[in-house]
């Protein structure tokens, strides 16, 4: 079979692996669909210090059941299903708190194990010990599926800072995550929702898809302004950075209203993680700001849940579906920001 292996950074190669075999507790699937991100542009870049190469890279999966391992019960040949990414251990003090997200122990598809960008791969013993394998709805296809790791990333964000009916919401950022945390927001009950975007080019291309009460171009005018303004001085409610930026997250800080909630939602580069605060405004205006680091098995079933209930549609967000011959050039538009989300179908 064909695989997309990290080597080394600037090094992934499409080879020839041979087929595996499903193991005790484990169960093979046939990859139908999975998508890119950032962090596979960062992996191929930079590496990771978790990924011991070659590895099979992909983390965002769905596809069909091939085989199941001895001991496995509740699957079967033919079962559509999406796999969690980020797998925490689930007998932690922090998992048994309801924390999985922030599991010590916690190991990765892509990372720890081979991910999707194969034409076959094995969902390992301890993502059904979490009950991390998804069966998807009907009516919802793979590529949309694969959608569904990334969205429930977005959920576990927003439930953090309570985005609630009435709220006036900020998204920076306009990539595949800004896009759904602006349907998530609406999704929620938020009364109006603004897009933050350097680029021009890739503001245009979301807003033309997603449509936020505003759209504000960083690069043209200063977004602090433009949203104090929008909000008659006030500040918004919420806002969300869904940007590796320090000065998103200085922005955030500054525009929120009396009362605001602020999810760091992206992280920073860990050479410059460092921004400036102003303290006296969190304190004197009551600010909650609150990260948000990834998602739990359970997000996932509700983030497929909303896809196939159509609350927060996906499909449209997919700009280009490949073959995995065609795996580098869709982590290149990713880089470039050519597309919203690119999936590849091997």
């Not at 033919?78 to 925490?88: E, F, L, M």
């Not at 309570?162 to 609406?186: F, K, Q, W």
């Not at 200063?222 to 590796?244: S, W, Y």
Request: hydrophobic fraction near 45%; charged fraction near 20%.
């Amino acid at each position: 079979m064909k695989v997309a292996r990290f080597y080394a950074p600037e090094d992934i190669r499409l080879e020839e692996a041979p087929e595996p075999t499903a193991g005790a507790g484990e169960v093979k699937i046939r990859v139908r669909a999975c998508s890119t991100c950032g962090t596979d542009v960062k992996i191929s870049k930079h590496g990771h210090l978790r990924i011991v190469p070659p590895r099979v890279m992909g983390h965002e999966i769905a596809g069909e059941v091939v085989e199941v391992g001895a001991g496995v019960t509740g699957w079967s040949a033919g079962d559509r299903v999406q796999v969690i990414a980020a797998i925490p251990c689930g007998t932690c003090p922090d998992c048994l708190a309801g924390h999985m997200t922030v599991c010590p122990n916690q190991v990765s598809m892509g990372y720890d194990f081979d991910g999707g960008f194969a034409e076959y791969m094995i969902v390992p013993a301890v993502v059904l010990a979490v009950d991390g394998l998804n069966r998807i709805p009907e009516g919802v296809s793979f590529a949309e599926a694969s959608v569904a790791e990334p969205f429930a990333c977005a959920i576990n964000a927003q439930e953090l800072v309570n985005t609630h009916e009435g709220d006036v919401v900020v998204v920076v950022g306009s990539g595949p995550i800004g896009c759904l945390h602006v349907r998530l927001a609406r999704a929620r009950g938020a009364a109006k929702v603004f897009l933050v975007e350097l680029s021009r080019e890739r503001l245009d291309m979301a807003a033309a898809i997603v449509h936020p009460d505003a759209a504000i171009c960083a690069s043209e005018t200063d977004p602090v302004a433009e949203v104090r303004a929008l909000t008659g001085g006030r500040g918004p409610d919420v806002v969300i950075t869904a940007a590796a930026s320090g000065a998103a997250q200085e922005q955030a800080v500054q525009m929120v209203g009396p009362g605001g909630r602020i999810s760091f939602f992206g992280g920073l580069p860990k050479d410059k993680p460092v921004i400036a605060l102003d303290s006296n405004i969190v304190h004197y205006r009551e600010l909650m700001i609150m990260g948000a680091n990834g998602s739990s098995p359970d997000h996932n079933k509700r983030a497929l849940a909303m896809i196939a209930d159509g609350s927060v549609p996906v499909a449209d967000l997919i700009t280009h579906h490949l073959t995995l011959d065609q795996v580098l050039d869709g982590i290149g538009v990713v880089s470039r920001g050519e597309g919203i989300k690119v999936t590849i179908e091997p």
